[in-house]
């Protein structure tokens, strides 16, 4: 069997089973790898997830970018670790400021996005995908397998750049498909403004998911794309920059997005539900960081590679 073949399949099939373990196993001794209602459900699309990851790199498996090797396994674990620890920190103990944007504000993303970017879509998708997971058990909010999976997209969209052999023509297509569904997700709010955002707990004030998402959450993936625009062409010569942020977004709104449409059946909800009241209060703020993060860490790693010799 071909090597890259195993080494991806391998790698898609231990982040079910790290799910399948945690949620199945410790879940039942520890609330916070409990899953919730509809756990069947959920692993279904973790499955379905993984076949978008897998397909992907099936139709493409010549390229280069789907190398998985030593190097890759550390720099996967790395990522999820940060991404865990960093998720936890900024969820509950730094950005707590739901009266402001009725959100979990998480900086964190941006850890996926650049691990996808510098070293690989498979680097990225576990990265995402295990580090949520984690990062979620840390912080109480117990598991939701399908969103783990959905970080893991955005870390996965995050490396497809690699499979292209001239990255600047690709951004354009990018920035066409990322607007176009920024533009949809916002019509969607205007539409519907008075929706609960189904994200934003306040059980001191007795707020369930039921207060109205504020017009920042609402606007929000607006004023992340026009912060994608503005880097993606003031950096338009420093073509890491410009390509790390531009597929960013599109993993953000193509992964959150994943994640909110499956709990149409998961939880029941309506589309507008799942894009007013779950999608724009997660990948909106999620833009504006990657926006501002990521390009912090491509200028990092690439001083490091400098100073290492690479």
Do not use: C, H
Request: overall charge neutral; charged content about 10%.
């Amino acid at each position: 069997m071909d090597k890259k073949l195993t080494n991806v399949a391998l790698t898609l099939v231990a982040v079910l089973v790290i799910l399948l373990l945690l949620v199945y196993g410790l879940g039942s001794v520890n609330e916070r790898f409990q899953a919730g209602e509809n756990v069947v459900l959920r692993f279904v699309f973790v499955i379905v997830g993984l076949l978008i990851a897998f397909l992907i790199y099936y139709f493409t498996r010549d390229n280069a970018a789907w190398e998985v090797g030593t190097r890759q396994v550390v720099w996967m674990a790395i990522g999820a670790a940060l991404y865990a620890v960093f998720s936890w920190l900024f969820n509950n103990t730094v950005f707590v400021v739901p009266s402001v944007s009725q959100v979990a504000l998480r900086p964190a993303i941006a850890i996926p996005m650049f691990f996808g970017y510098a070293f690989g879509p498979v680097v990225g998708f576990f990265t995402g995908a295990i580090g949520n997971t984690f990062g979620d058990a840390l912080t109480g909010f117990g598991l939701f397998p399908q969103w783990s999976i959905g970080n893991g997209l955005v870390g996965f969209i995050a490396g497809l750049p690699f499979l292209f052999g001239d990255k600047k023509r690709s951004l354009n297509m990018v920035l066409w498909v990322g607007g176009a569904l920024a533009l949809l997700a916002a019509v969607m709010y205007f539409l519907n403004p008075n929706q609960p955002n189904t994200l934003f707990f306040d059980p001191p004030n007795n707020v369930f998911g039921d207060a109205p998402i504020t017009l920042f959450a609402g606007i929000s993936i607006l004023v992340g794309f026009v912060l994608v625009l503005i880097v993606r062409f003031v950096f338009g010569q420093n073509l890491d920059i410009a390509a790390a942020v531009t597929w960013g977004m599109l993993g953000n709104i193509l992964g959150i997005g994943f994640a909110a449409i499956s709990d149409i059946w998961i939880n029941g909800y309506s589309p507008v539900v799942a894009i007013v009241g779950e999608f724009l209060p997660a990948a909106g703020p999620n833009l504006i960081f990657a926006a501002i993060l990521v390009p912090l860490l491509v200028v990092a790693y690439g001083s490091v590679q400098r100073q290492s010799g690479r």
